[in-house]
């Protein structure tokens, strides 16, 4: 009989470690702080996102949401995740739970990305598409942005130039795109 009170006590231990441990973690999706510094610009990924997501009336960029409205896409899905980790925490399956967030994250990293080139409106403006290589360091723009810039001048509406032209607000060297990322961390 003694044994069993101690297998029940190790397993109440053992639980008691798991949830503690879940407790102390958070999955997190954005855009690191600490992303590497672009080479056409002095904004960091982290600074040129909340910019798109937020807007800038100062500067003439209007707000893009991609990152909260790319996680609320898919918030009962990463749900599902997270009650599953919470589940084999409670079974004490610390694997089972770092398995479960990480795939929740993974699930609103790809969401968010997606979003992104999901071609977010307002449609960009000829002027931006016009600048659009400096961002690149080319010399010279598309084919893509000219026949855009040729539509446009030609009295197509530039939502529909846009389309057209495959063009998509967010996306120009991708470093935005692939500057998110979801990780699981111990809560600080």
């Not at 009962?76 to 694997?95: I, V």
């Not at 449609?123 to 010399?139: A, D, G, K, M, V």
């Amino acid at each position: 009989m003694k044994s069993g009170a101690t297998m029940t006590s190790d397993k109440m231990a053992a639980l008691i470690r798991s949830i503690s441990a879940l407790a102390k973690k958070d999955v997190l999706v954005g855009i690191p702080d600490s992303a590497p510094e672009r080479e056409d610009t002095p904004m960091t990924n982290a600074q040129i996102g909340y910019v798109m997501e937020t807007g800038s009336p100062a500067h003439n960029v209007p707000a893009r949401p991609f990152l909260v409205p790319g996680v609320q896409d898919v918030q009962d899905e990463c749900a599902e995740r997270l009650k599953q980790g919470a589940t084999a925490a409670l079974d004490g399956n610390d694997s089972g739970t770092m398995r479960a967030l990480t795939t929740a994250g993974l699930i609103a990293e790809t969401s968010v990305k997606q979003r992104i080139g999901s071609n977010i409106p307002p449609p960009l403006s000829p002027e931006t598409i016009r600048n659009r290589n400096r961002s690149r360091q080319t010399q010279s723009m598309r084919k893509s942005e000219k026949d855009y810039l040729k539509a446009v001048e030609g009295g197509t509406d530039p939502a529909q130039a846009q389309e057209a032209a495959g063009i998509i607000a967010l996306v120009n060297t991708g470093g935005l795109r692939n500057a998110v990322t979801s990780l699981v961390r111990e809560k600080k």
